[in-house]
């Protein structure tokens, strides 16, 4: 239905900067809320930021806010998270998802989502 391929991972110093990226195909873009989320080894996978349909609102994490942004371009079928000033914790799998949506309308929830990428390694040194 939906195939999600996330790209643009890789180590990183802490302060520095990466922009991870989300292809999606399989579906009209512009109708699904996207999000990303992470998943350091041995804790649960968290939520770190949304995007609505379009592009209007967004919603994030607290430990991101302020450094990362998600963004998307729906004439390319891709989001984007672009992350500044990296630090250490920020050490995790990222994945992105996808969920059919409404208006203005962002989730936070894992299970709000119905398709996912098969993540994206993401390694910040001190």
């Known amino acids: 239905q939906v195939q999600l391929v996330e790209s643009g991972g890789g180590l990183a110093q802490a302060g520095g900067s990466l922009r991870l990226s989300c292809a999606a195909s399989?579906?009209?873009?512009?109708?699904?809320?996207m999000g990303w989320f992470r998943q350091a080894p041995g804790k649960e996978r968290e939520f770190v930021a949304s995007?609505?349909?379009?592009?209007?609102?967004?919603s994030y994490a607290d430990s991101v806010k302020g450094r990362l942004t998600i963004s998307r371009d729906n004439a390319k079928n891709t989001v984007y998270l672009q992350m500044i000033s990296l630090k250490p914790e920020d050490t995790a799998v990222y994945y992105c998802a996808a969920t059919l949506g409404f208006g203005l309308s962002t989730y936070v929830q894992a299970n709000s989502y119905d398709y996912w990428g098969q993540g994206t390694q993401v390694t910040v040194s001190s």
């Open positions: 995007i609505s349909r379009i592009g209007v609102s967004t």
């Open positions: 399989g579906g009209t873009f512009g109708n699904y809320v």
